[in-house]
């Protein structure tokens, strides 16, 4: 994945269950639009998700994504430093 790709529901489910190891996919990410707490992900959990969607997508995500509450907002700011990125 690349700063030219937008990031998935999909990619970010397959980060959340093999880094924090909460089962989801992206459909239920999509339409239920679980938090993390939801998922019991804590702050530990969530550092690193964000260090693997760093080393992912190839661009710095921030301290905001690390203080995500959920993976919709964590979508959002990735998406938007992708587009700024391209």
């Known amino acids: 994945m690349s700063a ?3 990031l998935s529901h999909e990619a970010l489910a397959e980060v959340i269950t093999r880094c924090a190891g909460a089962r ?3 459909a239920a990410l999509r339409d239920t639009r679980p938090t993390f707490a939801d ?3 804590d702050s530990l959990g969530l550092l690193g998700i964000v260090a693997e969607l760093e ?3 190839g661009i710095p995500l921030g301290p905001d994504a690390e203080q ?3 993976p919709d ?3 959002h700011i ?3 430093l992708l587009r700024s990125a391209a």
């Open 68 to 70: 995500c509450a959920s």
């Open 4 to 6: 030219s790709t937008a």
């Open 78 to 80: 990735a998406n938007a």
């Open 55 to 57: 080393q992912l997508l």
């Open 73 to 75: 907002e964590l979508l």
């Open 24 to 26: 989801t996919d992206g």
């Open 39 to 41: 998922l019991a992900v």
